[in-house]
């Protein structure tokens, strides 16, 4: 009995994975030709083939499908600033992981091209790293809570618009370009965090 019930839990959850995957690839695929301000459920639903019923026992809404996405595109950048915050481990400029994730898939560059949900990706990646990263300048630095804030704002829509702009111009040389903005962002924070011009201010390591 207690197998059955398992098989019938796996089958379940399969079942259940297949569709929430053919939910987000229908979501994707309308990306192509339709702005998503412009998507309803009713044409999500005529193209992945399922009811309303169907489609609202796995999300919300559309904007839970959206957030679905989302989080499936960020989980593996866990490396976009760490480079950053330690320079002198990282001599070799280097895109991350997320960067080249959207120019390498046309799915993510549906996404960071949509001016809809551009603004969602940066409110997503604030909330994954802001925190670390302001707590990290504040405490290398004699930088106020505002000012690395907005250093951080700074970095996170400037990197954001320079992403949207080579995708537009479909850039043949964008690992270049993020490369020289690489040594741009490091040369700057290491102003605050090496050059700061404080002789008797303890560093990390440093014996006072």
């Given at each position: 009995?207690?197998?059955?019930?398992?098989?019938?839990?796996?089958?379940?959850?399969?079942?259940?994975?297949?569709?929430?995957?053919?939910?987000?690839?229908?979501?994707?695929?309308?990306?192509?030709?339709?702005?998503?301000?412009?998507?309803?459920?009713?044409?999500?639903?005529?193209?992945?083939?399922?009811?309303?019923?169907?489609?609202?026992?796995?999300?919300?809404?559309?904007?839970?499908?959206?957030?679905?996405?989302?989080?499936?595109?960020?989980?593996?950048?866990?490396?976009?600033?760490?480079?950053?915050?330690?320079?002198?481990?990282?001599r070799e400029c280097r895109a991350?992981?997320?960067?080249?994730?959207?120019?390498?898939?046309?799915?993510?560059?549906?996404?960071?091209?949509?001016?809809?949900?551009?603004?969602?990706?940066?409110?997503?990646?604030?909330?994954?790293?802001?925190?670390?990263?302001?707590?990290?300048?504040?405490?290398?630095?004699?930088?106020?809570?505002?000012?690395?804030?907005?250093?951080?704002?700074?970095?996170?829509?400037?990197?954001?618009?320079?992403?949207?702009?080579?995708?537009?111009?479909?850039?043949?040389?964008?690992?270049?370009?993020?490369?020289?903005?690489?040594?741009?962002?490091?040369?700057?924070?290491?102003?605050?965090?090496?050059?700061?011009?404080?002789?008797?201010?303890?560093?990390?390591?440093?014996?006072?």
């Amino acid at each position: 009995m207690n197998r059955d019930k398992q098989k019938k839990t796996t089958k379940n959850t399969l079942r259940t994975r297949s569709t929430r995957n053919t939910i987000r690839s229908a979501l994707l695929a309308l990306l192509e030709h339709t702005p998503y301000s412009g998507i309803t459920v009713t044409a999500l639903c005529r193209l992945a083939r399922i009811n309303r019923g169907t489609f609202y026992l796995h999300y919300y809404d559309l904007e839970d499908v959206l957030d679905d996405i989302l989080e499936e595109m960020l989980q593996n950048t866990a490396g976009v600033f760490s480079y950053l915050f330690h320079p002198e481990k990282s001599r070799e400029c280097r895109a991350c992981a997320l960067c080249a994730s959207v120019h390498q898939d046309v799915r993510y560059r549906l996404l960071f091209l949509d001016p809809s949900i551009s603004p969602k990706i940066l409110k997503k990646l604030s909330a994954l790293y802001k925190e670390s990263y302001v707590t990290y300048l504040m405490s290398h630095s004699l930088l106020t809570f505002q000012e690395a804030e907005a250093i951080f704002s700074f970095q996170m829509n400037g990197c954001l618009a320079v992403n949207r702009m080579m995708l537009e111009n479909h850039c043949p040389d964008w690992q270049q370009i993020q490369r020289v903005l690489d040594g741009f962002i490091r040369a700057g924070l290491e102003h605050y965090l090496i050059h700061d011009q404080r002789d008797d201010y303890p560093w990390p390591g440093q014996k006072i």
